[in-house]
């Protein structure tokens, strides 16, 4: 017995209906579920739950000299497609931080939604995926 995929993720959100309009407009995510509590999307083949949440909360956290983590990395498929996505994301007027090489294969940049979780780019495809499709 083992784990297969991730299904579904959960980010914390203050307005529901407005945060699942960012993550459509912005980022291209097809709604499939809202109520007053919670919205589901599909964006990068799999299922986002937004959730209704206290101020303040995000998903990310402090490691353990104090930085402000993200908890979810997605992928593109090589660095001119992370370049021209940086580009995109800054022209929709989200918020992007420098596109970095980090010291290992591939570069990457960070981005936020409306709330304020923060989350990664990267410009190398998993191995797994690659093999998969």
């Known amino acids: 017995m083992s784990l297969i995929r991730v299904g579904t993720t959960y980010i914390p959100v203050r307005n529901v209906a407005e945060s699942l309009n960012w993550y459509v407009e912005k980022l291209s995510a097809v709604k499939t579920y809202e109520d007053d509590r919670k919205a589901i999307i599909n964006l990068a083949d799999q299922s ?23 908890s979810l990395t997605f992928e593109v498929d090589g660095y001119d497609k992370l370049a021209e996505l940086h580009k995109e994301f800054a022209r929709k007027e989200i918020r992007v931080g420098e596109i ?19 989350f990664d780019v990267w410009s190398e495809l998993s191995v797994g995926f690659k093999e998969n499709t």
């Open 48 to 70: 986002f739950f937004l959730v209704k949440a206290d101020e303040g909360e995000t998903a990310n956290f402090k490691d353990s000299e104090g930085n402000e983590q993200f």
């Open 100 to 118: 970095e090489d980090r010291g290992h294969a591939g570069n990457n940049f960070v981005f936020y939604d409306l709330d304020g979780n923060k």
